[in-house]
């Protein structure tokens, strides 16, 4: 019989992920979220059982990457429990689905200006400093295709203008990567930085809210909606999915799309950008290659050039 309780449990699981390397930002928010939940339906409830989770999952039904990640989240969490000799309950692994990527929105050059102008016509608010902060980056997004957690929480020591490049932290588990950046838009962001600093001198966020923290996944999107429609407002209610992490997925496709006019090698470059983007495998790179016509269009037609430098091979059957 354990004698801490759930939140205490919860706390001491985020300590040993953080001690391990992770930042566990999302983790830790899903499990303080349980945590409340359990207190509102359920205060006794001192480890995971199947009838808080259950009720807690159920919030996520029309949300099925949010389901997917809180599922994963309480399920690693029950196996540590677990192997501290603590009775608790194990979601089945039946029970985890990865949800159905969302078709990614790949903007046209006309799109991409649209969008930035309305960017840049944004007027200072109540909220200190967001003026500067929308236009620096939506651009930081647009050209390097970070993800948008990696832009959002940039701390300011990580970023080296002067020598062209960011350290990215700890951005997917305890894995770190370094992104150069143009010389154009290194100049940018010091432009930037030094117009932001008047403003938080003494700030350790690159991109800071009012209190020199990062701005919230929900904050990012709806300024990227609000740009977006105040650009093209027939596209709204149009029923495509549109999000900022679009700017990510436009980055590879322009990328390669590139390569094929210049005439390289796109699967010699290819483990350049999968470092570059910060994937793990090379197969989530090549994951765009069928989702864009004009890049596989361009790679069978390159592929085909070589193909009569393969002699067939006699395997001895009779044709």
């Given at each position: 019989?354990?004698?801490?309780?759930?939140?205490?449990?919860?706390?001491r699981?985020?300590?040993?992920?953080?001690?391990?390397?992770?930042?566990?930002?999302?983790?830790?928010?899903?499990?303080?979220?349980?945590?409340?939940?359990?207190?509102?339906?359920?205060?006794?409830?001192?480890?995971?059982?199947?009838?808080?989770?259950?009720?807690?999952?159920?919030?996520?039904?029309?949300?099925?990457?949010?389901?997917?990640?809180?599922?994963?989240?309480?399920?690693?969490?029950?196996?540590?429990?677990?192997?501290?000799?603590?009775?608790?309950?194990?979601?089945?692994?039946?029970?985890?689905?990865?949800?159905?990527?969302v078709?990614?929105?790949?903007?046209?050059?006309?799109?991409?200006?649209?969008?930035?102008?309305?960017?840049?016509?944004?007027?200072?608010?109540?909220?200190?400093?967001?003026?500067?902060?929308?236009?620096?980056?939506?651009?930081?997004l647009?050209?390097?295709?970070?993800?948008?957690?990696?832009?959002?929480?940039?701390?300011?020591?990580?970023?080296?203008?002067?020598?062209?490049?960011?350290?990215?932290i700890?951005?997917?588990?305890?894995?770190?990567?370094?992104?150069?950046?143009?010389?154009?838009?290194?100049?940018?962001?010091?432009?930037?930085?030094?117009?932001?600093?008047?403003?938080?001198?003494?700030?350790?966020?690159?991109?800071?809210?009012?209190?020199?923290?990062?701005?919230?996944?929900?904050?990012?999107?709806?300024?990227?909606?609000?740009?977006?429609?105040?650009?093209?407002?027939?596209?709204?209610?149009?029923?495509?999915?549109?999000?900022?992490?679009?700017?990510?997925?436009?980055?590879?496709?322009?990328?390669?799309?590139?390569?094929?006019?210049?005439?390289k090698?796109?699967?010699?470059m290819?483990?350049?950008?999968m470092?570059?983007?910060?994937?793990?495998?090379?197969?989530?790179?090549?994951?765009y290659?069928?989702?864009?016509?004009?890049?596989?269009?361009?790679?069978l037609?390159?592929?085909?050039?070589?193909?009569?430098?393969?002699?067939?091979?006699d395997?001895?059957?009779?044709?």
């Amino acid at each position: 019989m354990h004698n801490e309780s759930l939140l205490e449990l919860i706390n001491r699981f985020v300590s040993y992920k953080r001690a391990n390397g992770y930042q566990y930002q999302t983790g830790a928010y899903y499990l303080k979220r349980y945590a409340r939940f359990v207190m509102e339906t359920d205060p006794g409830t001192a480890a995971l059982n199947k009838e808080s989770v259950e009720g807690f999952l159920g919030q996520f039904q029309d949300t099925p990457g949010s389901l997917y990640n809180a599922a994963a989240i309480l399920r690693e969490f029950g196996r540590y429990l677990a192997a501290r000799g603590i009775k608790t309950y194990l979601i089945p692994s039946g029970r985890l689905h990865l949800p159905t990527p969302v078709q990614p929105y790949f903007f046209t050059e006309e799109e991409i200006v649209a969008f930035f102008r309305e960017c840049d016509r944004v007027e200072d608010s109540h909220l200190k400093g967001r003026d500067l902060v929308l236009p620096a980056i939506f651009r930081l997004l647009y050209c390097c295709g970070l993800r948008c957690k990696e832009a959002r929480t940039l701390a300011r020591r990580n970023v080296h203008l002067d020598e062209g490049y960011l350290d990215i932290i700890q951005s997917k588990g305890p894995k770190s990567r370094r992104v150069y950046i143009s010389r154009e838009l290194a100049g940018y962001l010091a432009i930037y930085d030094r117009r932001i600093s008047r403003l938080f001198p003494d700030r350790t966020a690159f991109f800071p809210n009012k209190m020199d923290c990062p701005y919230g996944a929900s904050w990012l999107q709806q300024n990227f909606l609000r740009f977006w429609y105040a650009a093209f407002p027939e596209k709204r209610g149009s029923g495509i999915s549109i999000r900022a992490y679009d700017f990510r997925h436009h980055f590879v496709y322009a990328n390669m799309n590139r390569w094929l006019r210049e005439g390289k090698d796109v699967n010699a470059m290819l483990p350049y950008l999968m470092r570059y983007m910060g994937h793990s495998d090379v197969k989530n790179t090549l994951y765009y290659f069928h989702l864009v016509p004009d890049i596989y269009g361009g790679i069978l037609d390159r592929s085909r050039h070589s193909e009569g430098l393969i002699p067939e091979v006699d395997d001895g059957r009779e044709k």
